[in-house]
């Protein structure tokens, strides 16, 4: 089993910036997809950035060039870097670890975007 938990969030201006963090623990394969998802109040919960093993990217286009997803040295840890944040931003963002039929999701962190 994994269990992650994910850090970071909280309130923010409109143009701020917020670092997320996602630290993953337990039975961790090596090849993986790390991925941050958010959910909005009435709103289904939709991925924003992915980060494979290997290190190549993937964003929603609505965070493209805003937000940016890096692993830490432990390789165990996964980043979310947000800037130029907009209200519509707001959301509860989950961390996600998927490895073949392997799946864990964190408990979620509150960012929340003033305008």
């Known amino acids: 089993q994994v269990q992650l938990v994910e850090s970071g969030g909280g309130l923010v201006q409109a143009g701020g910036s917020l670092r997320l963090s996602c630290a993953a623990s337990?039975?961790?394969?090596?090849?993986?997809?790390m991925t941050w998802y958010r959910q909005a109040p009435g709103n289904e919960r939709e991925p924003v950035a992915a980060?494979?093993?290997?290190?190549?990217?993937n964003y929603a286009d609505s965070v493209k060039g805003r937000f940016t997803i890096s692993r830490g040295n432990a390789a165990n840890t996964v980043y979310l870097q947000m800037n130029s944040l907009k209200p519509e931003d707001t959301a509860v963002y989950y961390c996600?670890?998927?490895?073949?039929?392997?799946?864990?999701w964190g408990q979620g962190t509150q960012v929340t975007v003033s305008s």
């Open positions: 337990g039975t961790i394969f090596s090849f993986n997809y």
């Open positions: 996600n670890y998927r490895s073949g039929t392997s799946v864990a």
């Open positions: 980060i494979s093993s290997g290190g190549s990217t």
